[in-house]
């Protein structure tokens, strides 16, 4: 069923050229994370961080208990434990309860937590519930006596987390003024630190609550908190107010700002647009700020945003320059990383249209550094819970090329007709991207966007250079020469495009040693194989696709090489035809079409000859192909009974440039569907003899599109 899943995802992506539209599937959220970036990443993870404090907690209860419970019997009880359970009852079924119960103190702490825990999962309308709850905890924490020692700090915290329940914000700065800031505990520290910014930022203590949020990486509190400093009045209010030189709350609302207007202008939906009259002002009053601010201490940061502007109004020259003098003065990691990659931005963007070999290296240069750059920054663990989620903030220069610059590149590339280098970026981006955010046991199954961009865009002649070039890693421009080492092509999946293509061309001798290649262990993991595999292999078919009961569980004959047969049945019935004649070889050549028709992307084995499908795909080179095979069995026929299937054929074929002779349109006056026909369609003239002839053959007596053409002539 795994296979079944990721091949229905894959027949939903759409694939055209010299673009990629995907419907389905997950993608990392590129287009939601800041472009612009002169703070390190900050990105809270609610998954991530309630694994962070459940550690913790089993960790203290661990040690407390002297080591004798087993961490996954204490982490199993607060995944699946309530306060419910802290009795002789669900002693019997957890350990670590049974060794609770033993410690009078511990185990009231433990049942006034889980209370506490439990009230947080209720339903605000369910009041009183909330109301026990916290009266029950609270009047515990200041009855409790004879605290252990190692109790303290988190009964401290427990008092703080009662106070918020309550939103006594007084209490929770005082606990957190005399005595949470001591404690020893770095984890649990940070959470009380939490408790304490949520409780600045409720009193009208903003800037403190930024301070304590950029310390412990929060960025969705921070969000919330940059939203009381917009525009240029809030910087200068945010920037003006400090009192401390190293105060750097005001980068957060510079870097908020800066990418909200990059988000002005860029869509993800619509591409570039015309940003409106008023973020342009606020914008040239935010710039006068910046520049005003270029000779300070921190001048590298205020003329980053400065060129960040200038880059969202398309002034690339003015960027670029102030992007390389932060790049070469300024000593903070971070601000020289942002202004090398609006560097390369802006190259990207200003080069010239007709692009010289000095031009490519330095494109090629800045991208393999970038992707350097991206790679150094990705995290150890891609499969942990969630983790697609802060991706973008974790990995900022993969970001950037994924969102916007790789965009801009592969444009200009295309206009250089450089389509093998396109290919080429698709491909080592997506090693990185793939590791990100895909399940990698299933990144076999998963379309590659190189392999589409072949596919869709490539002649087979060209795709069949591109992975001679692969092959030898020897390219004929500067620019893939300079990338080229750095990929990983899967050349199995190569192999098995590159004859797809020659296939859907009518060059089966060709397509045979390429497809011969394919291994059994390959071809399992080919989600097309399920469709192949559960379709009946015969030709003597009609010229319309069968509804099939799909039987996925019938794994048989995953293995078998389709493709490789379908050619090979094809090279002998191509060697056939000068040995026949008359009406043996008009009817060789009408069981050739009705082959290539189920072949095509509109027939049964449509698998055959796609990838991936979408439902507004145009009919694939074999329905031409077919078409063209039915038009010479026309010359060679004198049986009139097989000349009215030939005529029925080339009425029933779609063609990629034509489509259709007839179509449904809708007719809003009296609401109904009503049959149109293109006169000008080369299929006319199989539509004037089926109707002249309709009544002779059961099929198209009956046909409803036939008939219909017949009736208004």
């Given at each position: 069923m795994n296979k079944l899943f990721l091949f229905f995802w894959a027949i939903l992506v759409l694939i055209l050229p010299s673009k990629t539209l995907a419907c389905g599937g997950e993608a990392p959220e590129w287009y939601d994370a800041d472009l612009f970036r002169i703070v390190p990443s900050y990105s809270v993870n609610d998954a991530a961080y309630r694994n962070?404090?459940?550690?913790?907690?089993?960790?203290?209860?661990?040690?407390?208990?002297?080591?004798?419970?087993?961490r996954d019997d204490i982490l199993l009880f607060f995944r699946e434990g309530t306060s419910k359970d802290l009795s002789n009852e669900g002693a019997s079924a957890y350990p670590f309860v049974k060794a609770v119960m033993t410690q009078s103190f511990a185990l009231q702490y433990l049942?006034?937590?889980?209370?506490?825990?439990?009230?947080?999962?209720?339903?605000?309308?369910?009041?009183?519930?909330?109301?026990?709850c916290l009266t029950t905890c609270t009047q515990w924490?200041?009855?409790?006596?004879?605290?252990?020692?190692?109790?303290?700090?988190?009964?401290?915290?427990?008092?703080?987390?009662?106070?918020?329940?309550?939103?006594?914000?007084?209490?929770?700065?005082?606990?957190?003024n005399t005595q949470a800031q001591s404690c020893p505990n770095a984890a649990l520290l940070a959470r009380m630190n939490g408790y304490a910014a949520h409780a600045f930022f409720e009193k009208g203590e903003v800037r403190k609550a930024m301070q304590i949020y950029a310390e412990l990486g929060d960025r969705f509190s921070l969000d919330v908190c940059i939203s009381s400093f917009v525009g240029e009045k809030g910087i200068r209010a945010l920037y003006d107010s400090r009192t401390d030189a190293n105060d750097k709350t005001w980068y957060y609302a510079l870097q908020d700002y800066c990418n909200y207007c990059w988000e002005s202008r860029y869509s993800y939906y619509e591409g570039e647009m015309e940003i409106d009259k008023e973020t342009k002002k606020d914008m040239e009053r935010v710039r006068q700020l910046c520049q005003s601010h270029h000779g300070d201490a921190e001048?590298?940061?205020?003329?980053?945003a400065t060129a960040w502007l200038y880059l969202c109004e398309s002034n690339y020259g003015e960027a670029y320059e102030l992007a390389y003098r932060v790049h070469e003065t300024s000593s903070d990691a971070v601000v020289k990383q942002n202004a090398f990659r609006m560097m390369c931005f802006a190259s990207i963007c200003n080069a010239p249209m007709?692009?010289?070999?000095?031009?490519?290296?330095?494109?090629?240069?800045?991208?393999?550094?970038?992707?350097?750059?991206?790679?150094?920054?990705?995290?150890?663990?891609?499969?942990?819970?969630?983790?697609?989620?802060?991706?973008?903030?974790?990995?900022?220069?993969?970001?950037?090329?994924?969102?916007?610059y790789k965009d801009k590149l592969t444009k200009y590339l295309d206009s250089q007709k450089l389509f093998a280098a396109h290919a080429l970026v698709d491909n080592l981006s997506e090693q990185l991207t793939r590791n990100t955010w895909f399940d990698l046991s299933d990144a076999e199954f998963i379309p590659s966007e190189m392999e589409g961009f072949v596919d869709a865009t490539m002649s087979s002649e060209e795709a069949e250079a591109f992975m001679e070039m692969v092959t030898k890693k020897k390219a004929n421009d500067v620019f893939s020469q300079a990338i080229i080492k750095r990929t990983k092509v899967d050349m199995m999946r190569l192999t098995d495009i590159v004859g797809t293509k020659l296939m859907r061309d009518g060059k089966y001798g060709k397509a045979l040693g390429y497809l011969e290649k394919l291994t059994p262990k390959y071809l399992k993991t080919r989600p097309y194989q399920a469709y192949l595999a559960n379709r009946e292999m015969k030709w003597?078919?009609?010229?319309?696709?069968?509804?099939?009961?799909?039987?996925?569980?019938?794994?048989?004959?995953?293995?078998?090489?389709?493709?490789?047969?379908?050619?090979?049945?094809?090279?002998?019935?191509?060697?056939?035809?000068p040995t026949l004649s008359g009406n043996e070889l008009a009817k060789a050549e009408y069981e050739m079409a009705m082959l290539m028709f189920q072949a095509s992307n509109k027939g049964d084995l449509f698998a055959l000859s796609e990838f991936y499908m979408s439902i507004c795909d145009e009919p694939n080179k074999f329905c031409d192909q077919a078409l063209v095979q039915l038009r010479n069995a026309l010359k060679h026929v004198t049986a009139e009974s097989l000349r009215h299937k030939i005529y029925y054929g080339i009425a029933s074929m779609p063609t990629s440039q034509n489509g259709l002779f007839w179509d449904l349109k809708y007719d809003w006056?009296?609401?109904q569907f009503h049959y149109a026909f293109n006169l000008f369609h080369p299929s006319r003239d199989a539509f004037e003899y089926l109707a002249r002839h309709r009544t002779e053959d059961p099929v198209t007596a009956n046909c409803d599109v036939i008939k219909r053409y017949a009736a208004i002539k």
């Open positions: 962070t404090s459940l550690n913790e907690t089993v960790d203290f209860w661990y040690n407390y208990l002297g080591k004798k419970v087993k049942r006034a937590c889980m209370l506490l825990e439990e009230d947080t999962r209720v339903e605000w309308g369910y009041r009183t519930r909330c109301s026990e924490t200041k009855t409790a006596q004879n605290v252990p020692e190692a109790f303290h700090y988190r009964m401290v915290f427990l008092k703080m987390r009662l106070a918020a329940n309550a939103k006594n914000y007084d209490e929770i700065l005082t606990l957190w001048g590298a940061v205020w003329m980053s007709k692009a010289d070999n000095a031009t490519l290296t330095r494109i090629a240069n800045d991208y393999v550094k970038l992707m350097e750059l991206a790679n150094k920054e990705l995290p150890i663990d891609h499969n942990q819970p969630n983790m697609h989620k802060p991706i973008a903030d974790l990995c900022p220069n993969l970001c950037f090329v994924e969102a916007a003597n078919k009609p010229f319309f696709r069968t509804q099939y009961q799909e039987d996925w569980d019938n794994e048989v004959s995953y293995g078998e090489n389709y493709k490789l047969n379908f050619c090979r049945d094809m090279v002998q019935r191509i060697n056939a035809l006056h009296d609401d």
